[in-house]
């Protein structure tokens, strides 16, 4: 499979579980992305890895909690949640971190927390 | 801070009809634009990427500009169609490396 792959699609979850979001790419780049659109509002960056190692965290909340194995893995572990969290969360990668080629996105994880 | 701003919000068309889109961003030290199409609930799909050297990219029936001195891009989508209809999004990356992205305009086609 080539692309940004993302599991699962969609996940409803209660304010006290824990779960993850994973996002996996097999195009060779070396810069991974999480972003949380919002309805209505700006895709917002919360997270940058490149080459495997964290380079940006975007003032997010400690309950969001990201980690990248390898430079084709990344997930986004939740736990303690709020409504207010639900959102459509992109995993996006790049060739590297502020190339000049592009970003690709995933189609994203709808999470809705009750 | 960049700041992307996208207008109109929302436009509704007839099928055939030419669409423009306009994406505006208040610092030009950009390195390049990049211009997206989203379906409801899902990801992006990139659509076009316009370096900060080049003045337009086009693919198929789309056609983007860039005015980096003036900090704006218009997409043109000619003979427009109803799969057509989703939210585009503009994003703009800085000196900082962070991309800023527009709200969107979301577009219906109608047959």
């Known amino acids: 499979e080539t692309g940004v792959t993302q599991t699962p699609r969609h996940l409803v979850m209660g304010m006290t579980n824990k779960k993850s979001l994973k996002c996996e790419q097999h195009?060779?780049?070396?810069?991974m992305y999480w972003y949380k659109q919002s309805a209505k509002k700006p895709l917002e960056l919360m997270f940058v890895?490149?080459?495997?190692?964290?380079?940006e965290n975007n003032s997010v909340p400690s309950r969001f909690s990201p980690e990248c194995p390898n430079s084709s893995h990344l997930f986004l572990h939740l736990h303690t949640l709020q409504p207010e969290d639900s959102a459509l969360y992109l995993c996006?990668?790049?060739?590297?971190?502020?190339?000049?080629?592009?970003?690709?996105f995933g189609s994203g994880t709808r999470l809705t927390v009750v | 801070k960049q700041e992307v701003t996208q207008i109109p919000a929302a436009l509704s068309v007839p099928e055939g009809e030419n669409l423009v889109l306009n994406c505006s961003f208040t610092?030009?030290?950009?390195?390049?634009l990049q211009w997206f199409r989203q379906d409801p609930g899902k990801g992006l799909t990139s659509l076009l990427l316009i370096q900060s050297s080049q003045r337009e990219q086009t693919s198929g029936r789309l056609n983007a500009s860039l005015d980096k001195s003036s900090g704006r891009s218009t997409l043109y989508i000619a003979a427009s169609q109803p799969g057509d209809s989703a939210t585009y999004l503009c994003a703009v990356r800085p000196n900082d490396y962070k991309l800023s992205f527009g709200a969107g305009t979301t577009v219906t086609v109608r047959a």
């Open positions: 996006a990668s790049s060739q590297e971190f502020g190339d000049n080629y592009g970003y690709t």
């Open positions: 195009l060779g780049h070396n810069a």
């Open positions: 610092d030009s030290a950009i390195y390049n």
């Open positions: 890895y490149n080459f495997k190692e964290q380079t």
